[in-house]
């Protein structure tokens, strides 16, 4: 069993800032990549940003130079901070961790952001 645990969501105005944690437990093997994906009403999930093992990060074109992904491999947790928070970005943002030889992905529970105007 993998556990993903998000925090960090809420509401906040327009131009603010927020910072999610995802922290892994229980069976942890050979964590490849973890990321950050958002779901808005009515609208597909979408990849926000994600991180490599070695460091490497990909994001949304939507969200660079705003949002910066990290991760702490010891600890096994992923981070997003968001900057210049947009109504736009109002979405429940969910924990991706793609691990083990058959990359598989696991999913948290997923976290509230809403952005106010």
């Known amino acids: 069993q993998v556990h993903l645990v998000e925090s960090g969501g809420g509401l906040v105005q327009t131009g603010g800032s927020l910072r999610l944690s995802c922290a892994a437990s229980?069976?942890?093997?050979?964590?490849?990549?973890m990321g950050w994906y958002r779901q808005a009403p009515g609208k597909q999930r979408e990849l926000v940003a994600d991180?490599?093992?070695?460091?490497?990060?990909n994001y949304a074109d939507s969200v660079k130079g705003r949002f910066t992904i990290s991760r702490d491999n010891a600890e096994n947790t992923a981070y997003l901070q968001m900057n210049s928070l947009k109504p736009e970005d109002t979405a429940v943002y969910f924990c991706?961790?793609?691990?083990?030889?058959?990359?598989?992905?696991?999913w948290g529970q997923g976290t509230q952001v809403t952005v106010s105007s």
């Open positions: 991706n961790v793609v691990m083990g030889l058959l990359k598989l992905p696991y």
């Open positions: 229980g069976s942890i093997f050979g964590i490849d990549t």
């Open positions: 991180i490599t093992s070695g460091g490497i990060t």
